[in-house]
Nanobody, 119 residues
Framework: QVRLVESGGGLVQAGGSLRLSCAAS????????MGWYRQAPGKQREFVAM???????ESADSVKDRFTISRDNAENTVYLQMNSLKPEDTAVYYC?????????????WGQGTQVTVSS
C-alpha cells in the first residue's frame, strides 16, 4: 500500500502565501507523476499542477505565475508553493501520485488539506 499525507494548509489573508507538502510512504517501488487537485465547496475537483519524475511541470491557467510545484524524488515528496493567494483559491487541496508499489501500479490520493483565503 502507498499512503500520501498532506500538510501545510490553513487560513491566510488574500495576497499571502502557503506551502503545501505531500509525502508518500509505504511499499513504494517507484513514483512517476505527482501533483495537486483542489475542490471548492459545491464545485468539481479541478487540476492545479503536476510534475513528472524528470521535473517537467504543468499547471492550470488560473494558478500560473502564482503557484510553483516542486518535488524531492529521494523523499517521495511533492510541494506546492502558493503565492498571491486569492479568495477563489479557497478549497480542499489533494495530492496524488502515480506509481508502482509491491502490489502493482496504482493511482493514489491523499486525504486533503484545507486552504482558506480570506478577503
Amino acid at each position: 500500500q502507498v499512503r500520501l499525507v498532506e500538510s501545510g494548509g490553513g487560513l491566510v489573508q488574500a495576497g499571502g502565501s502557503l506551502r503545501l507538502s505531500c509525502a508518500a510512504s509505504g511499499s513504494i517501488r517507484s513514483i512517476n507523476n505527482m501533483g495537486w487537485y483542489r475542490q471548492a465547496p459545491g464545485k468539481q475537483r479541478e487540476f492545479v499542477a503536476m510534475i513528472t519524475v524528470g521535473g517537467t511541470m504543468e499547471s492550470a491557467d488560473s494558478v500560473k505565475d502564482r503557484f510553483t510545484i516542486s518535488r524531492d524524488n529521494a523523499e517521495n515528496t511533492v510541494y506546492l508553493q502558493m503565492n498571491s493567494l486569492k479568495p477563489e483559491d479557497t478549497a480542499v487541496y489533494y495530492c496524488y501520485a502515480d506509481g508502482l508499489s509491491t502490489t502493482g501500479r496504482g493511482h493514489y490520493w491523499g486525504q486533503g488539506t484545507q486552504v482558506t483565503v480570506s478577503s
